[in-house]
């Protein structure tokens, strides 16, 4: 998935520069892989949302006191920012943050927000909501290296570094987690149209 | 003869992290193993499937966001 246009890079530039709507471009690009990353690791919505904005000043900071380093890719390195910060949330927190209703669901489940009810109504039918608690049932090791490839877009090089263990081991456990998935979504009867997804 | 792939190959593939003379070998294996075309096509369609579960921060907190960057300046202290 290739971006086109202005490259991230020159927004942070122009950012450096003073301009508010390269800052806005940046955050509305990527948000949704910054989000889905701390969300799939607090597993609780409100937590995502609080460290999304944790995320962001830092990155503000950094940005406007003129320490960002430009050798690094920007998105690389907010998603390292973000995952830091869900990972220390739990160093502090030390508890599981779902909350599970007396159906044993869970309450992110049960929630209307205000922002996208219609939207949220209809989420709850579908794939995605579904998928989140699949992934969310995979062994840590395997979401942990699922994450961090797909959504953080580490190399599996990096990802073995950071978790300690051999290249192998890492690729070894993506593969596990994608073939779980599947499995769990054949289980379900989960159906989704392959047509969908051809580029 | 044709080198032996394995899912982990693919998975590598499929991200990005093959070499170009992988690449090409695995091309061609493609050709040649309608097995293996079957596996690279399901591995493809399990990763995108991930892409659907990308998910919206709230509105509010984008425009926390945008509100603490424009009034950077006078957070700090001078």
Redesign the interface.
Same mark, same amino acid.
Request: aromatic fraction near 10%; hydrophobic fraction near 40%.
């Given at each position: 998935m290739k971006k086109v246009g202005v490259s991230d890079s020159l927004l942070v530039s122009h950012y450096k520069n003073g301009s508010?709507a390269a800052?806005?471009e940046l955050?509305?690009r990527h948000?949704?892989?910054v989000?889905?990353t701390i969300?799939?690791i607090v597993k609780d919505k409100y937590v995502?949302?609080d460290l999304?904005?944790d995320t962001?000043?830092k990155v503000?900071?950094t940005v406007?006191s003129g320490k960002y380093n430009e050798e690094g890719k920007f998105l690389p390195w907010v998603l390292r920012i973000a995952h830091n910060l869900a990972i220390d949330f739990f160093r502090k927190d030390k508890r599981y943050p779902t909350i599970v209703m007396e159906d044993g669901s869970g309450v992110f489940n049960t929630l209307a927000?205000a922002?996208?009810s219609v939207e949220s109504q209809q989420i709850k039918c579908d794939?995605?909501a579904l998928?989140?608690n699949l992934?969310q049932e995979l062994p840590e090791t395997q979401k942990e290296v699922?994450i961090m490839?797909?959504?953080m877009q580490m190399?599996?090089q990096d990802i073995a570094d950071t978790t300690n263990v051999s290249i192998?081991t890492a690729?070894?456990r993506?593969?596990y987690a994608?073939i779980n998935?599947?499995k769990k979504?054949e289980k379900m009867n989960v159906a989704?149209d392959?047509t969908i997804?051809r580029s | 003869m044709t080198k032996l792939f394995t899912?982990?190959d693919l998975?590598?593939y499929i991200?990005g992290?093959t070499s170009q003379t992988e690449d090409d070998e695995i091309q061609n294996a493609i050709v040649c193993n309608l097995e293996l075309g079957e596996m690279l096509s399901?591995?493809? =369609?399990?990763?995108?499937? =991930?892409d659907?579960?990308?998910?919206?921060?709230?509105?509010?907190? =984008?425009k926390?966001?945008?509100e603490?960057?424009?009034n950077?300046?006078l957070n700090q202290k001078v």
């Amino acid at each position: 998935m290739k971006k086109v246009g202005v490259s991230d890079s020159l927004l942070v530039s122009h950012y450096k520069n003073g301009s508010e709507a390269a800052f806005e471009e940046l955050v509305s690009r990527h948000k949704s892989r910054v989000f889905t990353t701390i969300y799939l690791i607090v597993k609780d919505k409100y937590v995502a949302e609080d460290l999304l904005q944790d995320t962001f000043i830092k990155v503000v900071h950094t940005v406007k006191s003129g320490k960002y380093n430009e050798e690094g890719k920007f998105l690389p390195w907010v998603l390292r920012i973000a995952h830091n910060l869900a990972i220390d949330f739990f160093r502090k927190d030390k508890r599981y943050p779902t909350i599970v209703m007396e159906d044993g669901s869970g309450v992110f489940n049960t929630l209307a927000f205000a922002e996208d009810s219609v939207e949220s109504q209809q989420i709850k039918c579908d794939t995605n909501a579904l998928l989140k608690n699949l992934v969310q049932e995979l062994p840590e090791t395997q979401k942990e290296v699922l994450i961090m490839r797909h959504y953080m877009q580490m190399s599996f090089q990096d990802i073995a570094d950071t978790t300690n263990v051999s290249i192998n081991t890492a690729l070894g456990r993506m593969r596990y987690a994608l073939i779980n998935l599947r499995k769990k979504m054949e289980k379900m009867n989960v159906a989704y149209d392959q047509t969908i997804y051809r580029s | 003869m044709t080198k032996l792939f394995t899912e982990v190959d693919l998975i590598r593939y499929i991200y990005g992290e093959t070499s170009q003379t992988e690449d090409d070998e695995i091309q061609n294996a493609i050709v040649c193993n309608l097995e293996l075309g079957e596996m690279l096509s399901q591995l493809e =369609l399990d990763t995108q499937v =991930l892409d659907r579960l990308l998910l919206n921060p709230s509105p509010l907190s =984008l425009k926390h966001i945008f509100e603490y960057s424009a009034n950077y300046s006078l957070n700090q202290k001078v």
